[in-house]
């Protein structure tokens, strides 16, 4: 007897084309149905035992993938401010996260040549005394509640105006409402970046030296899964270190839900305390805060272009619309 098997959904059907049934499909685990004289499958499992295998393996790896893509929702950035200063205004062009707020009297909106860029809007930070630091200017954040206080991308590019009459090293950021001296510093001889605790101590140092007339990009990066800090330059990692103590983890004066990002300003704490300028000054060409933290990859691909003042967007603007214009009226011709 010759038994023919088709699959027509979830069961093969078997045709008997004699009256031998001592064959059985050639299958084990298959009974002969007596009057429709077909095989029916007793399970899929017992039929075909490698589908057992296949349906492991691809459950298998949809857990994984569920997971994989929980844990990169959990890393996930989404951004939560871009201070771009076009129309001299402080007010983030993205997000609901609040202005920029000025510390100082000497800063104020102007432009620069950045990256090859001329007249692009910049917000300068400049100083209205040597003496005492309290009086140094800088901009400040609140981030909280967009923006994770312990996981979380800083973006800054900006312009340092380094002097030699300045301590040996000042400060970018600052994480605590100037209630620290832990930051992230830069060199006022070499306009090399580092990190450092409250107790002059050094945790991390790197990258290439910064002169007075570039406008690097500074991203700091703090993974709060594993306390990792990772600064880079210019889309290139500087170092980074392991924040056990939780120094840049975003914070205020006191204990509350407060959560603040300080640029440029110091703390007037420390080494020197007051009587020493451990403010940075400069121009901020653009600052971006990141809700997650930023990959290598990312950080190496994000935008360095300094964006156009309002009225060379509009002179774009006019030159697409005339082109527009001009093809329409010769498609109708």
């Known amino acids: 007897m010759k038994i023919k098997r088709t699959r027509r959904d979830a069961q093969h059907v078997c045709h008997s084309t004699s009256n031998?049934?001592?064959?059985?499909?050639?299958?084990?685990?298959?009974?002969?149905?007596?009057?429709?004289r077909r095989c029916c499958i007793v399970t899929a499992s017992s039929c075909f035992p490698h589908l057992s295998i296949i349906f492991f393996l691809v459950c298998s790896a949809a857990i994984v993938f569920a997971l994989a893509t929980s844990l990169a929702s959990l890393r996930a950035q989404t951004v939560e401010a871009d201070y771009n200063f076009i129309g001299n205004t402080l007010n983030s062009s993205v997000g609901s996260i609040g202005p920029l707020m000025p510390i100082g009297a000497n800063n104020g909106f102007s432009t620069d040549t950045v990256r090859g860029v001329p007249n692009t809007p910049i917000y300068r930070i400049a100083a209205s005394g040597s003496t005492p630091n309290f009086s140094q200017g800088g901009a400040q954040v609140q981030t909280n509640p967009f923006v994770s206080s312990s996981n979380y991308s800083v973006v800054l590019l900006a312009n340092f105006q380094l002097s030699a009459a300045d301590a040996a090293a000042t400060k970018?950021?600052?994480?605590?409402?100037?209630?620290s001296d832990a930051g992230?510093?830069?060199n006022s001889a070499t306009g090399v970046l580092s990190f450092i605790d409250g107790s002059a101590n050094i945790l991390g140092i790197g990258g290439a030296g910064v002169s007075l007339l570039d406008y690097p990009?500074?991203?700091?990066?703090?993974?709060?899964?594993?306390?990792?800090?990772?600064?880079?330059?210019?889309?290139?990692?500087?170092?980074?270190f392991m924040d056990s103590t939780g120094l840049a983890i975003l914070g205020d004066s006191m204990i509350s839900s407060n959560a603040f990002l300080t640029v440029f300003k110091d703390d007037a704490t420390g080494t020197g305390g007051a009587l020493t300028n451990e403010s940075t000054q400069g121009n901020i060409a653009r600052l971006r805060l990141y809700n997650g933290v930023l990959t290598a990859d990312q950080v190496a691909a994000l935008d360095t272009v300094a964006v156009p003042e309002p009225a060379t967007w509009a002179l774009l603007g006019l030159?697409?619309?005339?082109?527009?214009?001009?093809?329409?009226?010769?498609?109708t011709r």
């Open 184 to 186: 992230l510093y830069i």
């Open 217 to 240: 990009q500074v991203v700091l990066t703090r993974d709060g899964m594993t306390g990792l800090v990772s600064i880079y330059q210019n889309g290139t990692l500087a170092f980074s």
């Open 20 to 36: 031998d049934r001592s064959d059985h499909c050639n299958y084990p685990r298959f009974d002969l149905c007596e009057r429709k």
């Open 172 to 179: 970018i950021f600052d994480f605590k409402d100037l209630s």
């Open 319 to 331: 030159g697409v619309f005339a082109a527009f214009a001009l093809r329409r009226k010769t498609v």
